[in-house]
């Protein structure tokens, strides 16, 4: 089994080891089909695409890995960087390593990354929180991250930035240094950098639009 990163922004981006296995393997499990079907004609890739999402991968995982078992090589993709990493693929690829199936994962494309070394802030250590809880548990998690005494990262969408922005002040205090990358490897990347108040203060006046990662110093 091939776990293959695919572009957060820029096609550009996209490996020739990954152009090569996608091409090579009996079948593609992507998140959406209609999202990398686009990606898959853009490289001239003829492979089969199987739906694979957080809303059925519990379901399938074990039908797939009978069909590893029996010899076929499959490559699992998402919809925008690595497989796993705030995205399906962790029942998946723990079923196929139970299983004894090997496993090989491209090095590639993941947001957080450029994100990070981008924000200026330390990351000789970090934590990856990746999308905060929407309801229950979220402020215990708030709470958690402001106590950390490393470099921590959210993910977020544009419509919910500022709300989180501002909880994230209030659990860690304003003057929190901290940064928010959006459009990563796309025409309009962008890093705002600031105290967490600067931030809250220029996004209520310029609504982002992208995916966002959000860096925060630690405590």
Request: proline residues 5%.
């Amino acid at each position: 089994m091939f776990i293959v990163p695919t572009p957060v922004g820029n096609l550009q981006d996209m490996t020739f080891r990954a152009i090569e296995v996608l091409k090579s393997v009996d079948l593609i499990l992507a998140e959406d089909t209609r999202t990398s079907g686009i990606l898959l004609q853009h490289f001239d890739i003829h492979t089969p695409l199987k739906s694979h999402h957080k809303f059925n991968e519990h379901d399938t995982s074990a039908d797939i890995v009978e069909r590893l078992k029996a010899g076929a090589n499959i490559a699992l993709i998402s919809d925008a960087g690595t497989p796993a990493i705030s995205d399906p693929g962790f029942f998946l690829t723990r079923a196929a390593a139970e299983a004894g199936i090997e496993i090989q994962t491209l090095p590639g494309a993941t947001a957080f990354v450029p994100a990070l070394v981008d924000s200026g802030l330390p990351n000789n250590h970090f934590y990856f929180e990746g999308f905060l809880p929407q309801k229950k548990g979220r402020q215990t998690r708030l709470q958690y991250l402001a106590s950390l005494d490393q470099t921590f990262i959210v993910y977020e969408s544009p419509f919910r930035l500022v709300k989180t922005l501002e909880q994230l002040a209030a659990a860690c205090s304003e003057e929190r240094k901290a940064s928010v990358t959006r459009e990563i490897s796309k025409l309009h990347e962008e890093t705002v950098r600031g105290t967490l108040a600067q931030l809250i203060a220029h996004f209520q006046q310029t609504p982002p639009k992208g995916e966002i990662v959000i860096c925060v110093a630690g405590n």
